[in-house]
């Protein structure tokens, strides 16, 4: 019995450790042109039991509402760093295709060429451990997509932002407890 709960103590402590580490990368804010962001939420998108990234959402002002995000026309950023050896670019885009679909209830044809221009701009090249996206949207430029602070490819529109967004925040998210992570809940 002794041994089971050290076994157990072992356990809980490598995790919390581990979960501790795993919102490395995840600044408490972030700037878009001059103006400042704070941090909503950050949380880690898992896949069985691999971490793969940490996110993090930015916005003017912090909010629980999801769909209020989605649907806001006003600076935010969502930053994603690469913590596992498991993410691959290939893995990514069906990841955010999926997601594209999920957020859009399977009607992607309107923004499908965006879709197309994103995935392929910031996904084409290699994907590695330490990898940093920043998916930057500004109501003036659209969504800027960065990997390790160099841009990769800005996406124009509103509703290719309202998809994206959606991929974490929809009523179909990623992950659901990483979207309660990222409302701060």
């Known amino acids: 019995m002794r041994k089971l709960q050290l076994t157990l103590v072992s356990f809980f402590l490598l995790i919390s450790s581990y979960s501790l580490h795993a919102l490395d990368g995840i600044p408490k804010s972030f700037t878009i042109g001059t103006t400042p962001m704070v941090l909503n939420g950050q949380g880690t998108r898992t896949k069985f039991i691999i971490s793969v990234y940490n996110a993090g959402l930015f916005l003017k002002v912090k909010s629980k509402n999801p769909q209020q995000i989605i649907d806001a026309n006003e600076p935010m950023a969502i930053r994603m760093k690469i913590v596992s050896g498991f993410a691959s670019a290939e893995k990514m885009k069906q990841a955010l295709l999926e997601g594209f679909?999920?957020?859009?209830?399977?009607?992607?044809?309107?923004?499908?060429?965006?879709?197309?221009?994103?995935?392929?701009?910031?996904?084409?090249?290699?994907?590695?451990?330490?990898?940093?996206?920043?998916?930057?949207?500004?109501?003036?430029?659209?969504?800027?997509?960065?990997?390790?602070?160099?841009?990769?490819?800005?996406?124009?529109?509103?509703?290719?932002?309202?998809?994206?967004?959606?991929?974490?925040?929809?009523?179909?998210p990623a992950q659901a407890s990483l979207k309660s992570e990222m409302l701060g809940k």
């Open 101 to 172: 679909n999920n957020s859009t209830n399977g009607n992607t044809a309107p923004i499908q060429a965006e879709i197309d221009q994103l995935l392929k701009a910031a996904f084409s090249g290699e994907v590695a451990k330490g990898d940093i996206f920043d998916l930057v949207y500004t109501p003036a430029s659209g969504t800027q997509v960065l990997k390790n602070a160099k841009t990769m490819t800005v996406v124009r529109g509103i509703e290719i932002k309202k998809a994206l967004f959606g991929i974490w925040l929809s009523d179909r």
